[in-house]
C-alpha cells in the first residue's frame, strides 16, 4: 500500500524558513511527479510545486525565488524549502505523487500538515 507521510510543518513568523519533507513507501513502480499542493481555509486546492523524474519543474507563481523543489529519487522523497515566508502561504500542504498507467494518471496523496505563517 503506497503512503506518503510528510513533516516539517509548524508555526513560523512572516519572513522565516520552513522545510518540508515528504517520503514515499510501498512504491513498486516508477513515480513519474512528485510535488506539494495546498490549500487554505475557504479555496481550492492548488499546486505549489512540482518536479518530475526527469527533472523539470513546475511552481506556482507566487512561491517562484522563495521556494525550492528537491527531489530524492531513490528514496522516493520530495522537499520543498520555503524562505521569505508570506501570512497568505498558511494552508494545509499536501504531498503529491503521480504515476502514468495505461488507463491514465494515479495520484496519490500524503495526509497533509499544517503550515501558519504568522506574528
Known amino acids: 500500500q503506497v503512503q506518503l507521510v510528510e513533516s516539517g510543518g509548524g508555526l513560523v513568523q512572516p519572513g522565516g524558513s520552513l522545510r518540508l519533507s515528504c517520503a514515499a513507501s510501498g512504491i513498486s513502480f516508477s513515480i513519474n511527479r512528485m510535488g506539494w499542493f495546498r490549500q487554505a481555509p475557504g479555496k481550492q486546492r492548488e499546486l505549489v510545486a512540482t518536479m518530475t523524474s526527469g527533472g523539470r519543474i513546475n511552481y506556482v507563481d507566487s512561491v517562484k525565488g522563495r521556494f525550492t523543489i528537491a527531489r530524492d529519487n531513490a528514496k522516493n522523497t520530495v522537499y520543498l524549502q520555503m524562505n521569505s515566508l508570506k501570512p497568505e502561504d498558511t494552508a494545509v500542504y499536501y504531498c503529491?505523487?503521480?504515476?502514468?498507467?495505461?488507463?491514465?494518471?494515479?495520484?496519490?496523496w500524503g495526509q497533509g500538515t499544517q503550515v501558519t505563517v504568522s506574528s
Open positions: 503529491n505523487a503521480r504515476r502514468t498507467i495505461s488507463a491514465g494518471l494515479v495520484d496519490y
